[in-house]
T-cell receptor, first 113, second 113 residues
Framework: NAGVMQNPRHLVRRRGQEARLRCSPMKGHSHVYWYRQLPEEGLKFMVYLQKENIIDESGMPKERFSAEFPKEGPSILRIQQVVRGDSAAYFC???????????FGQGTRLTVV | DAKTTQPTSMDCAEGRAANLPCNHSTISGNEYVYWYRQIHSQGPQYIIHGLKNNETNEMASLIITEDRKSSTLILPHATLRDTAVYYCIVRVGNSNSGYALNFGKGTSLLVTP
């Protein structure tokens, strides 16, 4: 996974709470992609960020979801007022040096109860 | 990006070659074929990619038909650890949307002893 770190690995939230998922790409890597994988489904692209900028958020739900990648620190995917349908695995990825392959983290499994 | 079609599942005996087909009949001239796999509950792993020539690396070979409408991923000597979901993805090599990948449902490969 080329050192892409995600935490927490597992997150349980009650309906209505906020979920914060963190992704730390390798040092010096400034591109982060977030994906969501619902049970029994393939991964769906959510958002693409470069440091401090959102480049493509075409896959993000219009409400309750936001993402950032500040100059210092990890990228954060924030889900406000979670609902049961938000239960999924959330993966982030960064690009390899040749920018032809993506390296994924191990994911955060969000369970909303 | 062009749509792909893969069989839902396949079996392969350990030590034999696993041949995973993918149809991408609407692929355009500047779109590459990528293969990723996802071993249970882990983040996806890049395997190989190609444009029109056959490609080989330490993990697998990629055979692309002359008309580029289909391809086959070959794992020459499958092991039990190759049991995973394999995703065939077609995407433009240099897209303004970066490296957003469109994962379908993939092929679930089961390698048996």
């Amino acid at each position: 996974n080329a050192g892409v770190m995600q935490n927490p690995r597992h997150l349980v939230r009650r309906r209505g709470q906020e979920a914060r998922l963190r992704c730390s790409p390798m040092k010096g890597h400034s591109h982060v992609y977030w994906y969501r994988q619902l049970p029994e489904e393939g991964l769906k692209f959510m958002v693409y960020l470069q440091k401090e900028n959102i480049i493509d958020e075409s896959g993000m739900p219009k409400e309750r979801f936001s993402a950032e990648f500040p100059k210092e620190g990890p990228s954060i995917l924030r889900i406000q007022q979670v609902v049961r349908g938000d239960s999924a695995a959330y993966f982030c990825a960064t690009l390899g040096e040749g920018k032809t392959e993506a390296f994924f983290g191990q994911g955060t499994r969000l369970t909303v109860v | 990006d062009a749509k792909t079609t893969q069989p839902t599942s396949m079996d392969c005996a350990e030590g034999r070659a696993a041949n995973l087909p993918c149809n991408h009949s609407t692929i355009s001239g500047n779109e590459y074929v990528y293969w990723y796999r996802q071993i249970h509950s882990q983040g996806p792993q890049y395997i190989i990619h190609g444009l029109k020539n056959n490609e080989t690396n330490e993990m697998a070979s990629l055979i692309i038909t002359e008309d580029r409408k289909s391809s086959t991923l070959i794992l020459p000597h499958a092991t039990l650890r190759d049991t995973a979901v394999y995703y065939c993805i077609v995407r433009v090599g240099n897209s303004n949307s970066g490296y957003a990948l469109n994962f379908g449902k993939g092929t679930s490969l089961l390698v048996t002893p």
